[in-house]
Each structure stands twice: as C-alpha cells, then as structure tokens.
C-alpha cells in the first residue's frame, strides 16, 4: 500500500537529495524534512510509522530519478 504523501514534503526530500548528492546537505534542509515527516505523520488520518513515510519518501525520490 502506497503512502500518499504532500508535494511539499516530497519536495523537501528531493531538495535534500540533490544536496547530498553534491556533498551539500545543510541542516536548515534536513530539518525541513524531518520536520515535515512528522508534521505529516502527526495527522490523526495517518496510520503509517515514521520509518514508513520515510521509506515511501525516498522510494519516490530516488527511485523516480531512475526510472526517468
């Protein structure tokens, strides 16, 4: 079962990835992301762990990188 996740925590997690991928993560950007994670795992609708909406968060990051 797939996460449904905001676009701006997505793009938060694509924001983060880029920097890391250049050896630049900065922490304003990584708290961002974890932030927005538990913000969003926070909502009474949603029935997902941390680790799930993490692992769904870069499932569709990373993985959509390649499949483009």
């Known amino acids: 079962m797939a996460i449904e996740l905001p676009d701006d925590l997505i793009e938060h997690e694509r924001a983060a990835w880029g920097e890391i991928q250049r050896g630049q993560l900065t922490v304003d950007t990584a708290l961002a992301v974890h932030a927005g994670v538990g913000a969003f795992i926070a909502r ?10 993490e692992m769904e968060l870069k499932r569709i990051v990373r993985h959509s990188e390649m499949a483009g």
Not at 44 to 53: C, G
């Open 44 to 53: 009474d609708e949603v029935d997902a762990s941390r680790y799930e909406v």
